[in-house]
């Protein structure tokens, strides 16, 4: 049922992690993937492994808060692929953790919103450029539990995580007529590089507050972004999926 033949799917943050896998995943499934990433190294890693494993790839370097970059980078897509199907946007980062809100770095907090909402509104608008004259699109951004529930001592990620959930929230219903749907989906903890460079406490925080007791893995959130990202999910938009191992009930 789900199948990206003949179609074309940037990923954005597609360098480690949850895009990493991501990518690799959409590409098994038939798309021509072109891996963006701020880490022009890790991007093109992600492109090889790709076509090493059969599969039709492209690199390209962006970093989200940049626009020009973006563009450039969903223009060597077209470029090479044709029309763009599908725009996933993976980068996001942390900033400082551990902290309480009145001891917050404001430039730390700053630059969080910067990459994660602004970023994401970057990359909305620039896949939003390219799926428009063609009436299709599905637009994936990775929130976050953290987004709804409100991590204690994570502010700045918590509250750029709630601010991209209110941001496909209005995309969802400015798109719905015109083919393009814009979801994102909300992790607990995946076992990725992110979370390890996280202090032990903020991770046990977090695996504590999962019924099912464990870290999601890599697979699970790929899974949930194949499907999110094709024309599969045809009748949800504006919504945050779940990936949570039972922690969001709501
Ligand atoms: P990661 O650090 O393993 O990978 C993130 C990738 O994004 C890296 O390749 C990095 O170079 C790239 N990136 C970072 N900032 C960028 C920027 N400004 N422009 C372009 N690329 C940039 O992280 P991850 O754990 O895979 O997280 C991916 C997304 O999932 C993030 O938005 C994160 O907030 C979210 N998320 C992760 C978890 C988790 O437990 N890992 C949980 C909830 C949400």
Redesign the pocket.
């Known amino acids: 049922m789900i199948s990206f033949a003949d179609q074309s799917a940037v990923v954005?943050?597609a360098?480690?992690?949850?895009?990493r896998s991501a990518a690799g995943l959409l590409a098994r499934l038939g798309a021509a993937v072109t891996c963006v990433?701020?880490?022009a190294a890790?991007a093109a890693e992600a492109a090889d492994e790709i076509r090493a494993a059969g599969g039709r790839a492209l690199a390209a370097t962006?970093?989200?808060?940049d626009p020009a970059a973006v563009r450039a980078a969903f223009g060597a897509a077209a470029g090479e692929f044709g029309p763009i199907h599908a725009a996933v946007n993976?980068?996001?980062?942390?900033g400082q953790t551990g902290i309480p809100s009145h001891e917050v770095s404001l430039d730390d907090f700053a630059h969080v919103h910067r990459?994660?909402v602004h970023?994401a509104m970057v990359v909305s608008q620039v896949a939003l450029g390219h799926m428009l004259p063609n009436g299709y699109g599905r637009i994936v951004h990775?929130a976050?539990?953290s987004g709804k529930d409100g991590n204690p001592n994570m502010v700045a990620y918590s509250s750029s995580k709630a601010a991209l959930i209110g941001m496909v929230k209005v995309q969802g219903k400015e798109y719905a007529q015109r083919g393009i749907t814009v979801n994102a989906i909300a992790?607990?903890?995946?076992r990725?590089?992110?979370?390890a460079a996280l202090p032990d406490d903020v991770v046990a925080y977090m695996v504590s507050k999962i019924p099912m007791g464990r870290t999601g893995e890599l697979d699970e959130a790929a899974a949930m972004i194949a499907f999110v990202a094709s024309s599969a999910c045809s009748f949800t938009t504006g919504f945050t999926f779940d990936l949570t191992g039972g922690r969001a009930t709501y």
């Open positions: 954005v943050g360098g480690a992690g949850i895009g990433d701020r880490d890790a962006a970093d989200v808060t993976c980068a996001g980062i942390t990459v994660n970023g990775v976050s539990i992790p607990a903890v995946i990725t590089d992110m979370v």
